[in-house]
């Protein structure tokens, strides 16, 4: 069954720095993967679908890697503003494309 | 398009009483989902249908729930009875096909007292 964790649950950071948002899922036959933004209180934001066989996909100040192998996918935000202060969630689809899988979400905190 | 969307946005009903709620998806999309968030369980699906066919229902907690599909533009989620652990955020997404990149509606949230 896959299982999609992300690490760390939260993180502040000052303005202007670059980061980076981890996602790893256990079953690496996956098929696509999408990060998403959700501000409180909000709906889910679609932020960037990586297909299976791409490695990188870029929106941006946004740039997401996929390494299946490693079972690994990372978001990288440039740059970063307070406006992106929001909780970052991956999700992959499940074999039978019939459902996304979520991880918990990383809250970023970005102060000025 | 005015994206996936969802009512009500708010829901506040007694323990008993039977709840609906809606969706119309993004024009074209022919892939529904209805997910359910919680803080201790986050998001899960609980319904996933394909040209207005249920194809996945594993994620329906039991038989007081039910979703529809009635044509490609509308699909309703009905607890009945409704039970205070129901309460949560329950969220409907479209996409254009499996696989392919899903969009959200803003959500129901709803309170069982």
């Known amino acids: 069954k896959q299982e999609v964790t992300q690490i760390p649950a939260a993180l502040s950071v000052p303005e202007g720095e670059n980061l980076v948002l981890n996602c790893s899922f256990t079953?690496?036959?996956?098929?696509?993967l999408q990060w998403f933004r959700q501000d409180p209180g909000k709906g889910l934001t679609s932020l960037l679908l990586?297909?299976?066989?791409?490695r990188e996909q870029t929106s941006g100040r946004l740039n997401a890697s996929l390494d299946k192998s490693s079972g690994r996918s990372t978001l990288y935000i440039a740059a970063s503003q307070p406006g992106d202060s929001a909780t970052y969630l991956c999700?992959?689809?499940?074999?039978?494309?019939?459902?996304?899988?979520f991880g918990k979400g990383t809250t970023l905190s970005v102060s000025s | 398009d005015a994206g996936v969307i969802q009512s009500p946005r708010h829901e506040v009903t007694e323990m008993g009483q039977e709840v609906t709620l809606r969706c119309k998806p993004i024009?074209?999309?022919?892939?529904l989902f209805w997910y359910r968030q919680t803080m201790m369980r986050g998001l899960e699906l609980l319904i996933y249908?394909?040209?207005?066919?249920?194809?996945?229902d594993s994620g329906m907690p039991e038989d007081r729930f039910s979703a529809k599909m009635p044509n490609a533009s509308f699909s309703t989620l009905k607890i009945q009875p409704s039970e205070p652990r129901d309460s949560a955020v329950y969220f409907c997404?479209?996409?254009?096909?499996?696989?392919?990149?899903?969009?959200f509606g803003q959500g129901t949230r709803l309170t069982v007292v």
């Open positions: 997404a479209s996409s254009p096909g499996q696989y392919l990149e899903a969009f």
């Open positions: 079953d690496s036959a996956i098929y696509n």
């Open positions: 990586i297909q299976s066989s791409q």
């Open positions: 999700a992959v689809y499940n074999q039978a494309g019939t459902a996304l899988i």
């Open positions: 024009s074209g999309h022919n892939s």
């Open positions: 249908f394909n040209n207005n066919v249920p194809i996945d």
